[in-house]
């Protein structure tokens, strides 16, 4: 655990928070609670409300698989396989910087774009049936997205994850805390420039940083990774 300081974990959220792919999504799914609740104020409500589903629900994935990895004894194993994962993500994300969208890039899983673009449609509909069913529809879909996004954005958290894991469970909680707030904290910035009529800068600011944005998080994750294998060996 002494491998582990703070600079470490809130760059790494910083990483997995602003990764392009992300972003593409929140905005899809802010325009999308802006039609379901009407106003601003419902909007700004149902947007705090899906920031903190998504918060839990990192946070369980990663207390959960801090829990498994220590309890049946394979945290070294769950390290190396998350520094491997984060210097290959890395690679790739710095190959998209070059050339996006050419041969393998990480992306959410197999049709979850459309799945969600079926469960916001679905949620409409609750919504002028069943109003009062709104915000359980809403945090539903905040758990699934979050399980969709991880293959797009899940290695800076498993390297994270790895690092925690092999020190005290109860050391590890406070890190897990503010690295799931750091997380939360460019979509708490979005929703906030939504609620007051700005949503199209933040799209144009995407397609116009997101060749930037991947390089930067994958240099921050081969460093990551570099450094998990050379605190190990």
Same mark, same amino acid.
Not at 198 to 226: C, T, Y
């Given at each position: 655990?002494?491998? $582990?300081?703070?600079?470490?974990? $809130? ?10 792919? %992300?972003?593409?999504?929140?905005? *899809? &799914?802010?325009?999308?609670?802006? +039609?379901?609740?009407?106003? +601003? ?7 705090? *409300? ?16 801090? +829990?498994?990895? =220590?309890?049946? =004894? ?32 990480? /992306?959410? &899983? ?15 509909? %609750? ?15 905040? !758990?699934?997205?979050?399980? !969709? ?13 790895? &690092?925690?894991? #092999? ?5 590890? %909680? ?19 420039? $939504?609620?007051?009529? +700005?949503?199209? #800068?933040?799209?144009?600011?995407? /397609?116009?940083?997101?060749? &930037?944005?991947?390089? =930067? ?7 990551? =990774? !570099? ?5 190990? $060996?």
């Amino acid at each position: 655990m002494e491998n $582990v300081t703070l600079s470490i974990i $809130v760059g790494a959220a910083l990483a997995d928070s602003i990764n392009p792919c %992300v972003f593409g999504v929140l905005i *899809f &799914l802010l325009a999308f609670l802006t +039609r379901v609740f009407k106003t +601003r104020n419902k909007m700004l409500i149902g947007g705090l *409300f899906y920031s903190l589903v998504v918060y839990l629900t990192y946070l369980a994935l990663g207390f959960g698989i801090i +829990r498994v990895a =220590g309890f049946i =004894g394979v945290s070294t194993a769950f390290y190396w396989i998350a520094a491997s994962i984060a210097i290959i993500s890395g690679l790739l994300e710095i190959k998209d910087y070059f050339w996006y969208g050419k041969g393998f890039t990480l /992306q959410m &899983l197999p049709g979850g774009a459309e799945r969600i673009k079926m469960y916001t449609s679905k949620i409409e509909d %609750v919504e002028r049936k069943h109003p009062s069913l709104s915000f359980l529809m809403v945090g539903v879909l905040g !758990v699934f997205v979050v399980l !969709v996004e991880l293959p797009c954005t899940g290695a800076p958290y498993f390297a994270v994850l790895a &690092l925690l894991a #092999k020190g005290s469970y109860a050391i590890a %909680v406070p890190y897990l805390l503010i690295y799931n707030f750091v997380f939360i904290i460019p979509l708490l910035v979005i929703i906030g420039t $939504v609620y007051f009529g +700005r949503a199209e #800068k933040i799209e144009e600011w995407r /397609q116009k940083h997101k060749g &930037l944005m991947r390089l =930067g998080i994958g240099s921050i994750l081969i460093l990551l =990774g !570099v450094y998990m294998i050379m605190t190990i $060996v």
